[in-house]
C-alpha cells in the first residue's frame, strides 16, 4: 500500500491549525510541517499531532516554500494543504483508491467563504491540484502550479476554506503579483490573479488596467481561469460604471459562456445596475434581466465551473422574486422567493414575511 504524506507551510497559525489537522488526520501516515516564521502556539500544535518540522525563511516565494516543504517527504504520495483548509467529506480509502488507479494528479474541490459587499456571507468552489506523487512540484511565486506531465481529476475530497475573510492576505499577495508581473507583463494568468486581487479588495480603478490587459493576452480556449476572469471583469466594469465596456464584453462572450451559471447571472446583475443608472438609455435591457436568472436556473448548480454556489439555484431565484415584486407580479414573486427559501436562504424568508 503506498504511502501518503500531508505536507504543509505555516505561520501563525494558532487560528485555524488544530481545526485542519484534527479532521484530517486519520487520511494521512505521516505530518510534514514547515514554518516560515511563526511566534504563536503554531508549532506547539504541529507537535501534538507528532508532525515532523522544519523551518525555511521566507524569500516572497510560495513555491520555493512548497518546494522545501514537499522535500521533506518520504512518502510515495503527498497531499498539499494550507492550515485554513478543513476537511468536510471523504476518507483513506477514496485517496487509495486514487492512487492505486494511477495516472493522475488529484485535485480537491475547496469550499471557499467570502463576504458580498452587502455583508451577506458567500461562497464559491474551486479545484485546486493538491494531491501528488513523489518528486513532483510546484512553480510560480504566488497562486503556485503543479509542475506534471499527469492530467488533473477530481479527489473524493470536499474542503472549506475560511482563509479569505482573514484580513491582510490581498496586499501580500498583490505585492508578490506585481513583482512578477515586471518580469513577465503579458502573463495573462498573472494579470488575471492581480485583477482579481484588487478586484477583491474593491479596488475597482486599479483593477482595470490588469482586467484590460488579462482579456488582450488570454487565450480564447485551454485556460482553467479565463471563465473566472471575464465574469470578474464584468463585475468590475459594473463597479466603475462603465455600462458600455460592459456590454461589449457580455455580447463578445454570448456563446462562449453559455453554459455558465455565473456568466448569466453576472449579465442579470450587470443589467439591472445598468438600467438604474439610466433607465432611458438602457430600457432595451430590461427583458434580459428575467432571461438572464431563468437561465440560471436551466443550467443549476455545477460545481465543476467553479462559480457561486448558488447562482445555479436559490440567489437566481430570489433575484427574479425580486424582479416579479417590483413589477407588481406578487404571485411569481412569492413562487421564486420560495424556491430560494426551500435553499434556508434567508434573504427569501424576509421577503415572503413583508409580502405576506
Given at each position: 500500500?503506498?504511502?501518503?504524506?500531508?505536507?504543509?507551510?505555516?505561520?501563525?497559525?494558532?487560528?485555524?491549525?488544530?481545526?485542519?489537522?484534527?479532521?484530517?488526520?486519520?487520511?494521512?501516515?505521516?505530518?510534514?510541517?514547515?514554518?516560515?516564521?511563526?511566534?504563536?502556539?503554531?508549532?506547539?500544535?504541529?507537535?501534538?499531532?507528532?508532525?515532523?518540522?522544519?523551518?525555511?525563511?521566507?524569500?516572497?516565494?510560495?513555491?520555493?516554500?512548497?518546494?522545501?516543504?514537499?522535500?521533506?517527504?518520504?512518502?510515495?504520495?503527498?497531499?498539499?494543504?494550507?492550515?485554513?483548509?478543513?476537511?468536510?467529506?471523504?476518507?483513506?480509502?477514496?485517496?487509495?483508491s486514487?492512487?492505486?488507479?494511477?495516472?493522475?494528479?488529484?485535485?480537491?474541490?475547496?469550499?471557499?467563504?467570502?463576504?458580498?459587499?452587502?455583508?451577506?456571507?458567500?461562497?464559491?468552489?474551486?479545484?485546486?491540484?493538491?494531491?501528488?506523487?513523489?518528486?513532483?512540484?510546484?512553480?510560480?511565486?504566488?497562486?503556485?502550479?503543479?509542475?506534471?506531465?499527469?492530467?488533473?481529476?477530481?479527489?473524493?475530497?470536499?474542503?472549506?476554506?475560511?482563509?479569505?475573510?482573514?484580513?491582510?492576505?490581498?496586499?501580500?499577495?498583490?505585492?508578490?503579483?506585481?513583482?512578477?508581473?515586471?518580469?513577465?507583463?503579458?502573463?495573462?494568468?498573472?494579470?488575471?490573479?492581480?485583477?482579481?486581487?484588487?478586484?477583491?479588495?474593491?479596488?475597482?480603478?486599479?483593477?482595470?488596467?490588469?482586467?484590460?490587459?488579462f482579456?488582450?493576452?488570454?487565450p480564447?480556449?485551454?485556460?482553467?481561469?479565463?471563465?473566472?476572469?471575464?465574469?470578474?471583469?464584468?463585475?468590475?466594469?459594473?463597479?466603475?460604471?462603465?455600462?458600455?465596456?460592459?456590454?461589449?464584453?457580455?455580447?463578445?462572450?454570448?456563446?462562449?459562456?453559455?453554459?455558465?451559471?455565473?456568466?448569466h447571472?453576472?449579465?442579470?446583475?450587470?443589467?439591472?445596475?445598468?438600467?438604474?443608472?439610466?433607465?432611458?438609455?438602457?430600457?432595451?435591457?430590461?427583458?434580459?434581466?428575467?432571461?438572464s436568472?431563468?437561465?440560471c436556473?436551466?443550467?443549476?448548480?455545477?460545481?465543476?465551473?467553479?462559480?457561486?454556489?448558488?447562482?445555479?439555484?436559490?440567489?437566481?431565484?430570489?433575484?427574479?422574486?425580486?424582479?416579479?415584486e417590483?413589477?407588481?407580479?406578487?404571485?411569481?414573486?412569492l413562487?421564486?422567493?420560495?424556491?430560494?427559501?426551500?435553499?434556508?436562504?434567508?434573504?427569501?424568508?424576509?421577503?415572503?414575511?413583508?409580502?405576506?
Open positions: 500500500m503506498k504511502t501518503i504524506g500531508l505536507v504543509m507551510i505555516v505561520k501563525n497559525e494558532g487560528r485555524s491549525l488544530e481545526k485542519c489537522l484534527s479532521r484530517i488526520k486519520q487520511l494521512v501516515d505521516e505530518i510534514y510541517i514547515t514554518d516560515t516564521g511563526s511566534t504563536d502556539n503554531t508549532l506547539e500544535i504541529a507537535e501534538k499531532y507528532h508532525a515532523h518540522v522544519s523551518r525555511f525563511v521566507w524569500k516572497n516565494d510560495f513555491s520555493a516554500a512548497r518546494n522545501f516543504a514537499l522535500s521533506q517527504s518520504s512518502c510515495d504520495w503527498n497531499l498539499v494543504l494550507d492550515a485554513d483548509e478543513y476537511l468536510v467529506s471523504g476518507k483513506r480509502k477514496d485517496l487509495q486514487f492512487i492505486e488507479k494511477g495516472g493522475f494528479v488529484g485535485a480537491i474541490q475547496r469550499h471557499d467563504s467570502y463576504k458580498e459587499e452587502n455583508g451577506e456571507l458567500s461562497r464559491s468552489i474551486a479545484y485546486i491540484t493538491r494531491l501528488l506523487p513523489r518528486d513532483t512540484w510546484f512553480e510560480g511565486r504566488i497562486h503556485e502550479q503543479v509542475v506534471s506531465p499527469l492530467p488533473i481529476a477530481p479527489l473524493p475530497l470536499v474542503f472549506d476554506h475560511d482563509g479569505y475573510l482573514q484580513e491582510g492576505k490581498g496586499e501580500r499577495n498583490l505585492e508578490i503579483l506585481l513583482d512578477e508581473l515586471r518580469e513577465d507583463p503579458e502573463d495573462p494568468y498573472i494579470l488575471y490573479q492581480a485583477a482579481r486581487t484588487l478586484w477583491l479588495m474593491k479596488d475597482y480603478a486599479r483593477a482595470d488596467g490588469y482586467f484590460e490587459n482579456y488582450r493576452f488570454v480564447d480556449s485551454g485556460t482553467g481561469y479565463r471563465t473566472s476572469g471575464v465574469i470578474s471583469y464584468i463585475y468590475n466594469l459594473m463597479g466603475l460604471k462603465k455600462y458600455e465596456t460592459g456590454f461589449k464584453i457580455i455580447k463578445n462572450e454570448a456563446e462562449r459562456l453559455a453554459s455558465y451559471a455565473d456568466y447571472f453576472a449579465c442579470g446583475t450587470f443589467y439591472t445596475q445598468a438600467i438604474f443608472s439610466d433607465v432611458q438609455r438602457y430600457v432595451n435591457y430590461l427583458p434580459r434581466i428575467e432571461s436568472y431563468m437561465r436556473l436551466e443550467i443549476g448548480e455545477v460545481p465543476e465551473h467553479e462559480g457561486v454556489y448558488g447562482n445555479g439555484s436559490f440567489k437566481a431565484a430570489y433575484n427574479l422574486g425580486v424582479w416579479y417590483v413589477n407588481g407580479d406578487v404571485k411569481k414573486a413562487n421564486y422567493y420560495r424556491k430560494a427559501q426551500s435553499k434556508g436562504y434567508q434573504l427569501a424568508k424576509e421577503r415572503i414575511k413583508k409580502l405576506m
